[in-house]
Structure formats: structure tokens, C-alpha cells
């Protein structure tokens, strides 16, 4: 009978098959960090790219702060002309009014009838003067009553004065100052009646 030796086959078998693990592991190895190299390149360049968007979106933000800060400077400037404006508008409006309300009451005087005093407050007026008598007084009420800068003519005190032998009516009066309406609006619908 006849022996084989079969270990000296059975270990280079062995050292093959571990040479061939070894391998494997190596080129798995070697791909893994290939493959981590790449997602890291990758990953450096999409850092690279957004840091380069966050500085693009700094530099839009800088310029329209910029811009902003200019529009904020306009709107302050149109702030201050518009209050010049309206500083003017109430100008021209106070212009004319005391001089065309003295105009309207001095036109509304009856004769016979004398003004002692006339003062503004707002929208209050105070008025005292001396009449011949209480017709003259009711006449002038009525004439204010009717003008367009007076409304609400209340007569406060009328009582008997004399002054240098004569009988007189001394009065006072307190009105408001009428205000002009605003204009109705053109095409505005008025509701229907039923």
C-alpha cells in the first residue's frame, strides 16, 4: 500500500486561498478609500461652492443695505417736504382767512352797532360790542348766521350800558369758524331710494 502525503497540498492550497483573502481585503480596502477620497473631494467642493454663494449673498446683502439705506434717507426727505408742504398749505389757508372773516363781519355790522372786541381761540370767537338797540343785535346774529365763515351764533350777555348820556345794548357773542367742506366726490353712487 502506498502513502500519499497530502498536507504539503492541503497547506499550499491553504497559503493560496489566504493569499487570495489577503488580496480581496487589499483591493476592498484600496476601493473603499477610493471611494471615501471621492465623496470627500466631493464634499470639499460643495463646502467651496456654498461658501462662495454665502459670500455672493453677503455682498447682495451689503449693497441692499446700501440701498436701503438711501431709499430710508428719500423717505425722510419726502417726510419733511410734505410737511413743508402742509406748513404752507396752512399758511395760505390762514392767509386769507382772518382777513376774509374780518371782511364778511365787517359787512354783517349793521350801522348803529359798534364792535368792542373780537377774539379767536381755534375755532371759538368771542365777540362784545354796543348796539342802539336789541333789533340791531338779532339783525347782526342773523347776518352772521347767514355768512359763510360763522356758525352757531349764541348771544351770551345783552343788558343795558350808558355811555356819555345814552342808553346802549352792550352784547357778547360766541360763534365758531365754519370750516370748508370737502368736495363731494365726483361719481361717487348716492344709494338707491325705494
Known amino acids: 500500500m502506498i502513502r500519499i502525503n497530502l498536507l504539503p497540498v492541503r497547506a499550499a492550497k491553504k497559503k493560496e486561498s489566504a493569499v487570495q ?34 459670500a455672493a ?6 449693497e441692499l443695505k446700501g440701498r436701503i439705506g438711501k431709499l430710508d434717507a428719500l423717505k425722510k426727505l419726502k417726510d419733511e ?9 396752512e399758511l395760505r389757508k390762514n392767509k386769507s382767512g382772518p382777513a ?4 364778511t363781519l365787517s359787512s354783517s355790522t349793521p350801522d348803529r352797532l359798534w364792535l368792542e372786541s373780537y ?11 354796543l348796539a342802539m338797540n336789541e333789533e340791531l343785535i338779532a339783525e347782526f ?6 355768512s359763510p365763515d360763522y356758525e352757531r351764533v349764541e348771544l351770551v350777555v345783552s343788558e343795558q350800558k350808558d355811555v356819555a348820556g345814552a342808553k346802549l345794548k352792550r352784547f357778547e357773542l360766541t360763534l365758531k369758524l365754519e370750516h370748508a367742506k370737502p368736495p363731494a366726490v365726483v361719481g361717487a353712487s348716492a ?3 325705494k
Open 119 to 129: 377774539k379767536e381761540s381755534g375755532d371759538d370767537v368771542k365777540i362784545s360790542g
Open 100 to 103: 376774509k372773516r374780518l371782511s
Open 21 to 54: 483573502q489577503l488580496a480581496i481585503a487589499g483591493i476592498s480596502f484600496g476601493l473603499v478609500l477610493v471611494v471615501i477620497l471621492i465623496m470627500f473631494f466631493v464634499k470639499v467642493g460643495q463646502i467651496s461652492s456654498t461658501k462662495n454663494d454665502i
Open 141 to 146: 346774529i342773523r347776518a352772521l348766521e347767514a
Open 191 to 193: 344709494a338707491p331710494q
Open 81 to 89: 417736504v410734505k410737511k413743508k408742504l402742509d406748513v404752507l398749505a
Open 57 to 62: 449673498a453677503n455682498e447682495k446683502i451689503s
